[in-house]
Structures are given as C-alpha cells and as structure tokens.
C-alpha cells in the first residue's frame, strides 16, 4: 500500500525575472514570497495554514501551470496511474513527468508523507 494527495501548484514562469514573477503571483493571490529560497530557480508563495501550496519555477518551456501529486512510494504511484491511462513523458531521481489522458502535464514528486498528512489516500 502507498499514499499519495495533490501536493502544490506550480507555475511554470518562462523568461524575465523569476522575483519580478513571484511578486506578481504573490500580489494576485495574498500570499508572501518565501524569505530565502533553497534553490534560484524556484521560488515558493508562502499562504494560510491549509490553503494548497503554491511554487513558481523557472523553465526553458512555455508558460504554464501544472499540479505535482505528492507519494511515499514513487514508482507504485506511476504505475497506478499508468493503468488509468497516464504516460510517462520523463523520469528524474525524485519525480516523474507524466501525461493525463486529457493531454496535461503533471508531476509524480516523493515527499515526506506522515501517517497524519491531512488530505491523503491509501492506495492498494
């Protein structure tokens, strides 16, 4: 048995100034910027306690918005969601791209889930 819940939504940002970027979004949805950021690609909106989270990333593709889908089990969620029709467009180290049957891009990401994350589901 694995877990997995919708984890954050991420904006693909292409071009300019990933600051200026994450100031926008930060503005349109009252959210604050994250104050030191681990990585420069990535910058994280920081909300109220519950609310979904929300990460700005720097891409070389166009611009875009897609969800990353949080698991213990990395390699047991792709293969569930394969059987629902999902392809796999990608594999890196901590995630997998993947593609729904819609033609939208998605993100399969390992994460630190415990027995009490809220808004998770067991999976056979």
Known sequence: ???SRLGELVIDCEGGDIDSHAAFWAQTLGRKVEAEPKNPRYRRLIGEAGEI????????HPARVHLDIETDDLSQEVARLEKLGALIVERFENWTVMEATSGHRFCVVKSQLTEGDAATRSWP
């Open 1 to 3: 048995m694995h877990r």
């Open 53 to 60: 989270g929300v990460l700005l990333q720097a891409v070389d």
